[in-house]
């Protein structure tokens, strides 16, 4: 259920206290006890078709009663510290769905939209509740996840995202707009709803916004995901939400956040339903596994040297955001050179990461490094990955295994082809973190 925004909620405290302190009074009043985190009450913000006005879903936002004018998001912060981020997410959305459910929205072509703490999942107890049976239910679900996740623990993300595929769930990215450098991220979570950022609609964009706003057309044209505006509070709001592409919008124009009514809204036509692709999402085990499909060849390992530098320098010179991904087998490849110049990359890029046997957790400053074990498959893998809007692509080796420096001998292959770079992409970041 998604934390939503305060000012949507229609309940607003008053009184002498400051609002950060009534806030963690509040907080507290909520995280008391199982019980009162059970307390929860959903409301239900109307998603809405721009081209019919007709409501086509809900994004469920939680509510406590005894605790009016809490913000869902301090709730969820503070839940986080202290160990119970996955008993206050497994409440929310259990509340959202039992409530949809109790109503009779099954079958009726009602696309139903829960936040969800990808932490929280990924510590999925067996009584996590009725989101992952969906399936059998007949209730069509999107889980929101956003940018902030995407950035903070992309490997995980990518657990949950392939999860949800397989249970036949949804996916939306919220919030897309805040931080052009996530763009990158985009093809690897591959969401089919990408939610804008109310910002973007706030008023004219600027140079930057219209940026982001092209990446995401383009990304829609490419894989057909729906996009959605928040925040349409006036006329202007949605025609602005039109010119830019968006198709779906949410916000004060279009309806407030309440209880579902018990009327329950008319069903959807099949043919205004928000597209959901079911696709599951490649992930090789391991990059390498992509090399009978990439035409591999042989090389010694300064010929790959000569092509992996070039990536980094190309990468350095882009001038647009990237994400960068590279296996060393070994730490001790990771020279200082080396250091230099991702130090760089992740000076300008929110992703930069690479992994080897022994590789320290920050071997350059904004540099994320994971230490795999000797006996682990990436140990013979040499991978550089540079994934952008416009320039992609990867160099993928695998260690044949004989015995010298610099006569070692590697099965390789470089690839400029989109879709094998992003199951590269995946391949790599499923084992960082």
Same mark, same amino acid.
């Given at each position: 259920?998604?934390?939503?925004?305060?000012?949507?909620?229609?309940?607003? @405290?008053?009184?002498?206290?400051?609002s950060d302190?009534?806030?963690?009074?509040?907080?507290? #009043?909520?995280?008391?006890?199982?019980?009162?985190?059970?307390?929860?009450r959903?409301?239900?913000?109307? $998603?809405?078709?721009?081209?019919?006005?007709? *409501?086509?879903?809900?994004?469920?936002?939680?509510?406590?009663p005894?605790? &009016?004018?809490?913000? +869902?998001?301090?709730?969820?912060?503070?839940s986080?510290?202290?160990?119970?981020?996955?008993? *206050?997410?497994?409440?929310c959305?259990?509340?959202?769905?039992?409530?949809?459910?109790?109503?009779?929205?099954?079958?009726?072509?009602?696309?139903?939209?829960v936040?969800?703490?990808?932490?929280?999942?990924i510590?999925? &107890?067996?009584?996590?509740?009725?989101?992952?049976d969906?399936?059998?239910?007949?209730?069509?679900?999107?889980?929101?996840?956003?940018?902030?996740?995407?950035?903070?623990?992309?490997?995980?993300?990518?657990?949950?995202?392939?999860?949800?595929?397989?249970?036949?769930? %949804?996916?939306?990215?919220?919030?897309v707009?805040?931080?052009?450098?996530?763009?990158?991220?985009?093809?690897?979570?591959?969401?089919?709803?990408?939610?804008?950022?109310?910002?973007?609609?706030?008023?004219?964009?600027?140079?930057?916004?219209?940026?982001?706003?092209?990446?995401?057309?383009?990304?829609?044209?490419?894989?057909?995901?729906?996009?959605?505006?928040?925040?349409?509070?006036?006329?202007i709001?949605?025609?602005?939400?039109?010119?830019?592409?968006?198709?779906?919008?949410?916000?004060?124009?279009? %309806?407030?956040?309440?209880?579902?009514?018990?009327?329950?809204?008319?069903?959807?036509?099949?043919?205004?339903?928000?597209? =959901?692709?079911?696709?599951?999402?490649? $992930? @090789?085990?391991?990059?390498?596994?992509?090399?009978?499909?990439?035409?591999?060849?042989?090389?010694?390992?300064?010929?790959?040297?000569r092509?992996?530098r070039?990536?980094?320098?190309?990468?350095l010179?882009?001038?647009? +955001?990237?994400?960068?991904?590279?296996?060393?087998? #070994?730490?001790?490849?990771?020279?200082?050179?080396?250091?230099?110049? !991702?130090?760089?990359?992740?000076?300008?890029?929110?992703?930069?990461?690479?992994?080897?046997?022994?590789?320290?957790?920050? @071997?350059?400053?904004? *540099?994320? %490094?994971t230490? $795999?074990?000797?006996?682990?498959?990436?140990?013979?893998?040499?991978?550089?990955?540079v994934?952008?809007?416009?320039?992609?692509?990867?160099?993928?080796? !695998?260690?044949?295994?004989?015995?010298?420096?610099? %006569?070692?001998?590697?099965?390789?292959?470089?690839?400029?082809? #989109?879709?094998?770079?992003?199951?590269?992409?995946?391949? =790599?970041?499923?084992?960082?973190?």
């Amino acid at each position: 259920m998604s934390v939503g925004n305060p000012g949507d909620d229609p309940v607003q @405290p008053s009184g002498p206290l400051r609002s950060d302190l009534m806030q963690e009074v509040l907080v507290e #009043r909520v995280l008391r006890s199982t019980a009162s985190v059970q307390q929860v009450r959903p409301l239900y913000q109307p $998603i809405v078709d721009l081209r019919t006005d007709s *409501v086509v879903g809900a994004e469920a936002l939680a509510r406590w009663p005894h605790a &009016p004018g809490v913000d +869902p998001s301090f709730v969820i912060e503070r839940s986080r510290a202290l160990g119970r981020v996955s008993e *206050v997410d497994r409440a929310c959305r259990n509340a959202s769905l039992d409530t949809v459910t109790a109503l009779g929205y099954l079958d009726d072509g009602m696309t139903i939209f829960v936040n969800v703490e990808p932490d929280a999942l990924i510590e999925r &107890p067996p009584e996590s509740g009725n989101i992952f049976d969906t399936s059998t239910t007949g209730l069509r679900v999107v889980l929101e996840l956003t940018e902030r996740a995407l950035l903070s623990d992309p490997a995980q993300l990518l657990n949950v995202v392939a999860d949800a595929r397989r249970r036949g769930l %949804g996916i939306a990215l919220d919030d897309v707009g805040r931080n052009a450098d996530s763009l990158t991220l985009l093809s690897l979570i591959a969401p089919d709803v990408v939610k804008l950022d109310r910002s973007l609609i706030a008023d004219s964009p600027s140079h930057e916004q219209l940026h982001i706003i092209m990446a995401v057309a383009a990304y829609a044209e490419a894989t057909g995901a729906v996009i959605l505006a928040e925040g349409i509070e006036t006329e202007i709001h949605r025609q602005r939400a039109v010119d830019i592409g968006a198709t779906l919008g949410q916000g004060w124009l279009l %309806g407030r956040p309440a209880e579902l009514p018990p009327t329950r809204w008319p069903p959807v036509p099949a043919t205004r339903r928000v597209h =959901l692709s079911g696709d599951p999402l490649r $992930i @090789p085990a391991k990059p390498s596994d992509l090399l009978d499909t990439a035409q591999p060849r042989v090389a010694t390992r300064p010929v790959l040297v000569r092509y992996s530098r070039y990536f980094e320098v190309q990468a350095l010179a882009s001038g647009e +955001p990237l994400t960068i991904l590279a296996s060393f087998q #070994r730490s001790e490849h990771f020279s200082g050179a080396d250091e230099q110049r !991702y130090g760089d990359l992740a000076a300008s890029n929110s992703l930069v990461a690479v992994v080897a046997v022994d590789m320290p957790s920050e @071997p350059s400053p904004g *540099v994320r %490094g994971t230490a $795999i074990p000797d006996d682990h498959p990436l140990a013979r893998e040499w991978t550089v990955i540079v994934l952008g809007r416009h320039f992609f692509a990867a160099l993928i080796a !695998y260690d044949l295994g004989d015995d010298g420096e610099p %006569g070692r001998e590697f099965s390789y292959a470089i690839t400029h082809d #989109r879709s094998t770079v992003v199951a590269a992409a995946r391949a =790599l970041l499923q084992h960082m973190g």
